[in-house]
């Protein structure tokens, strides 16, 4: 599961930018996993949810 999440960011942000520093990078990054990754796009794992919709589920 984790290669297949590393996998989709490179080829989502990594490898479509160019950072000048790597403070942008983790920046570009942080804001990926948090405002994208976990709150809009649905996994097939936990029954097509997103992250934070299983977290409220099981909570």
Do not use: W
Not at 16 to 21: D, G, Q, V, Y
């Amino acid at each position: 599961m984790a290669d297949s999440f590393f996998k989709t960011m490179k080829t989502e942000i990594v490898y479509l930018h160019k950072f000048a520093t790597i403070a942008e990078a983790k920046m570009t990054v942080f804001e990926y996993i948090e405002g994208l990754y976990n709150r809009e796009r649905r996994h097939s794992a936990p029954g097509y949810l997103t992250p934070c919709q299983y977290d409220l589920a099981t909570n």
